[in-house]
Nanobody, 124 residues
Framework: QVQLVESGGGLVQAGGSLRLSCAAS????????MGWFRQAPGKEREFVAS????????YYADSAKGRFTISRDNVKNTVYLQMNSLRPEDTAVYYC?????????????????WGQGTQVTVSS
């Protein structure tokens, strides 16, 4: 079992930045690929970014490319999402997820563990 706890969300003006963190505990962080997803009110959960184990390969949604960066610290068992040039349409609850294989994945169905989410609100 892996427990995931997100932090770093908040209210920011358009054009601003936030860094989300996801701390993992429980079973070893080793060999788990990680992902970030988001869900806005009335919308389905959507893929944002994914990173493999040990962190050599990343993949981004088109909406995140060039603005967001996913990274991981395997000593601290933490994955990050640096978000720059934020837009009002980035407003959502952001979720961290882990999958018990090494490779990146885009579908929520491919992830085994989820955090509770952290709210990100971007004002115009």
């Amino acid at each position: 079992q892996v427990q995931l706890v997100e932090s770093g969300g908040g209210l920011v003006q358009a054009g601003g930045s936030l860094r989300l963190s996801c701390a993992a505990s429980g079973r070893t962080f080793d060999r788990y690929a990680m992902g970030w997803f988001r869900q806005a009110p009335g919308k389905e959960r959507e893929f944002v970014a994914s990173i493999d184990w040990p962190g050599d390969i990343t993949y981004y949604a088109d909406s995140a490319k060039g603005r967001f960066t996913i990274s991981r610290d395997n000593v601290k068992n933490t994955v990050y999402l640096q978000m720059n040039s934020l837009r009002p349409e980035d407003t959502a609850v952001y979720y961290c997820a882990a999958r018990s294989t090494r490779s990146v994945a885009l579908s929520p169905a491919n992830y085994d563990y989820w955090g509770q989410g952290t709210q990100v609100t971007v004002s115009s």
